[in-house]
């Protein structure tokens, strides 16, 4: 019997499969999918594979044998094995790199290698030989690999391998995962209850202590040390119960629990509006039919698409198959999670990157062994190793953090695509502001197109109001926030009601300017302006992290007027206690949540402990829902028209209408202030009128003049090289091609 392998963190140049030889004593044991440690090249190091295919011949002679399986059970399904091939072909990259994105940090090996000393007598060694083996003599006979490189300060690959061939020393690997199972330590009764009671009867059981924790035990069957000890019982109290043998220890797993609410507050299914139940009997009927298929649920903001996701999940588990819901924002998840568990309960797993290693390999373990039929998450729950999907749900379909920035750069929605082609499943899009190629799809047939136009209140959609910042000066305005901004922003605390501010820019100032020469601080890498932070007095780069100190004088022309200049979300949060020293504030952007639940505390203290106003970036402008908030501002509405990329006004628009679509939500009247230099940008004004369709009209035709897409695809080859005549020249035979 043999085996494909593919090794882990090979490089291009190794990334193929590699047949190994399956010893007799694991032909029962070896499966698709499991992890094993291989001899790898000249120097049979071992590696850690990744078996890809079992088989009964190979085409190659003089292959090696498996050295050891590592998993019991396959940690890469059938499924997830034919999609690491999907993801190699699709976004350029190593199997290992694609396998990667699929099992958790956690379940990773660790690896130590021994040296040991066998035999120090020998007289035939070398210098680099002798200084080996006295530092071995100095260790009592061994020690590891990394520590003996450490100490001669030099490669000791090639010296080993020298004394292992002259029997001097020997090599002993030690293989184990990054995160285990944890555990804690619980205590049973030992001892038959009756025999116990007749110890106590014939007054052979004196401590009453004793008895008290006996009665817990035979009443619970077990209870962990930690319990006991809380309820007041020492450790040595339990110690001497132990040596008399009437109770027992033993090690019981404890699942690390992700969720910081248990108590979700259970829900049962609303009655839907007339609008959910056409697209849910929509979504019912394909369900029906079977077979891969895709819709794209439009529905305004406030128009219950989480409630036709949970309605259509339940169906899903009805018929015996599971779920993913995506979401693209980890800011998101807390709120969604809440939800949804109050619906299904402990069939809900989670997984995004703020989750520590533990408690993700927890949850993953979870997922793979059956025990959660509905996966949450952002961008990587899209790999969850869930069997029998029924339906994937991709929520606010349109944003862009569904695609990666670092390699494998994959595209959750293609991933999703995938696995619901595998799977014969049900792939639901769904936003208020459709991507222009999923719109474009639905609108020639390609996929199904379901539309939710009214909010569940029967309320209109909130009130929006243009300010032209071209004349605010004028007015009076400072530092970026009209005067109509600050008067509504008065009226709403004056009413008790909170209020959400969206700037797509965090810092204090979006970038220093020489007034007398216009020189502006660049990124050396990136040249793009550096954005000042207040509170570290420094100006970052948000593309690559570039710190420096801000110039007191201009690097050009030696000036002293160089100034901040522009408006980010550290000076709004300082500027709002101006308008009024009462309205209490609160910041929500990259700054603020890099702790591991650091976008659930700043969520949970605006909607619990009535701050007013909550400042932030695009990641407050989509998904909540805050029953208090009735007015929105939103500055520099129109940052992004400049940007030169041709999605600018999509982004525009989607921004826009998202965070207008935070007001409003629960039975009172929503207001949006919306601050713009260019209220005539057809984008602007299709969001300004909620419309669509009529700015979808307009986008598509001018995709259409330009040859963008969805009429064209785009693609980039970048080339690089030391110097820069051969780089030319690579790209003059990459245009002839």
Known sequence: MYVSVVIQNSTREFDKFYDYIVPDNMKDCIRPGVRVIVPFGKGNRLCEAFVMAVKETSEFSGLKEISQIIDETPVLSDELIELSKYMRKRYVCTY??????????????????????????????????????KVLSDNNGKISVEDLTQIVNRPVRKILNQLIEKNVVRIKSHVQMKARAKTEKNACPAMDEEEFWELVENNNVKNLNYIRIMEILYEEGSISVAELNALGFSQNTLNNMKKKGYIAFYDAEVERNPFEYDDAPETLPLPPTPSQKKALDIIYEAMETGGFQEILLHGVTGSGKTEVYMQAIAKTIEKGKNAILLVPEIGLTPQTVRRFKGRFGNQIALLHSRLSIGERFDQWRRIKNGEARVVIGARSAVFAPLDNIGIIVIDEEHETSYKSDRTPKYDARGIATFRCRYNNALLIYGSATPSIE??????????????????????????????????????????????????????????????????????????????????????????????????????????????????????????????????????????????RSDISVIRMDMDTTTGKRGHEKILDTFRNNKIDVLVGTQMIAKGHDFPDVTLVGILSADSLLGSGDYKATERTFQLITQAAGRAGRAGRHGRVVLQTYNPDNFSIQAAIKQDYKEFYRQEIALRKMLKLPPFYQLGLVQVSSKKSEAAMEIIKKSIQI
């Not at 130590?112 to 080996?132: F, H, K, T």
């Not at 300017?513 to 601080?521: A, D, E, K, L, T």
Request: hydrophobic fraction near 35%; include cysteine.
């Open 438 to 579: 999923n719109y474009y799809r639905a609108r020639t047939g390609k996929i199904k197109l379901v539309e939710m136009n009214e909010r569940t209140n029967n309320l209109p959609l909130p009130e929006i109001i243009t300010v032209d910042m071209r004349k605010e000066p004028d007015m009076g305005s400072k530092n970026g926030i009209s005067t109509v901004l600050t008067r509504e922003l008065i009226k709403n605390k004056e009413a008790g009601e909170q209020s959400i501010i969206f700037i797509n820019r965090r810092g204090y100032s979006n970038f220093v300017q020489c007034r007398n020469c216009g020189y502006i601080v660049l990124c050396p890498y990136c040249s793009v302006s550096l954005t000042y932070h207040q509170a570290e007095k420094k100006l970052v780069c948000h593309y690559c992290s570039f710190v420096t100190a801000k110039p007191s004088v201009c690097p050009e022309c030696k000036s002293n007027n160089i100034d901040l200049h522009g408006i980010g979300t550290q000076k709004v949060e300082e500027q709002i206690p101006q308008i």
């Open 96 to 133: 290992d790199m694609a396998i990667r994105c699929m099992l958790p940090t956690g379940l990773g090996l660790l690896f130590r290698e021994d040296v040991i000393l066998m035999s120090a007598d020998r007289v035939d060694l070398d210098r680099d030989e002798q200084e080996i083996i």
